[in-house]
């Protein structure tokens, strides 16, 4: 088993409809998450990092964790055509300690105007 | 302000030939890493390094070696290059408190190898 995985893309969704990225993780030790948001040719920016369970929100963006489940979620409502990108996810040890960084191998999605 | 900067920019490179790709912060954080990107795919962690003087293996680190004599500097060095390294190359730092975590990333380094 892959230590992150993410649904398999390319999603595409309307514009202004909600966007669902999935991402599971088999390390149990992981406390927290990282989405990062990547456009064709540039480097990865963080859109979202959480730590607790449950849901966390900023602006159009909410993340899903449960880590009794192992699961963490992006949505993005009203999706805009500017949201056209790939997400990568990453778990990670958290608290004060550091740990290498694997990232999920991305979801790529697509918002049709 | 300058965050990661990574050198060069791109680079064709003959294969067989020694190459290293710097990276640099003025962040002074503590931990930093190399990641590849092949054309369509995702991340994957080449090598890291928690504090100065440390460094660890990560996904991929077979031809490559790093090093880290200091805390702004993380060089990755190409022995011995060949085409399937061709890729391009991002250097990060992470910042880490109990309830805050985030990872900065250079702008990233095209690497062509003949």
Redesign the interface.
């Known amino acids: 088993q892959k230590e992150v995985e993410q649904n398999s893309g390319p999603l595409s969704v309307p514009e202004g409809a909600i966007a669902s990225l999935n991402c599971t993780y088999s390390d149990r030790g992981s406390q927290?998450f990282?989405w990062?948001r990547q456009y064709s040719g540039k480097?990865?920016?963080?859109i979202m990092?959480i730590?607790s369970n449950g849901d966390k929100e900023d602006g159009r963006f909410t993340a899903q964790l449960n880590k009794a489940s192992q699961y963490v979620s992006l949505l993005i409502r009203d999706s805009q055509p500017s949201d056209s990108a790939?997400y990568?996810c990453a778990p990670?040890k958290?608290?004060?300690s550091?740990?290498?960084?694997?990232?999920?191998?991305?979801t790529s999605l697509s918002v049709i105007p | 302000i300058a965050g990661i900067t990574q050198a060069p920019t791109s680079q064709i490179l003959a294969a067989g030939r020694r190459m290293t790709l710097r990276c640099t912060q003025d962040m002074r954080h503590n931990a930093m890493y190399w990641y590849r990107q092949d054309l369509g795919l995702g991340l994957r962690l080449i090598h890291y390094s928690n504090t100065a003087g440390t460094t660890g293996k990560g996904e991929v680190p077979d031809g490559y070696s790093v090093s880290r004599a200091n805390t702004d500097d993380f060089p990755l060095t190409l022995a011995s290059a060949v085409p399937s390294q061709t890729s391009v190359y991002f250097c990060a730092s992470r910042i880490l408190t109990a309830t805050n975590e985030k990872l900065f990333f250079g702008s990233g380094t095209q690497l062509s190898v003949l």
């Open positions: 927290s990282f990062y480097s990865p920016e963080l990092f730590y790939t990568l990670s958290g608290g004060t550091y740990d290498k960084v694997i990232f999920g191998p991305g």
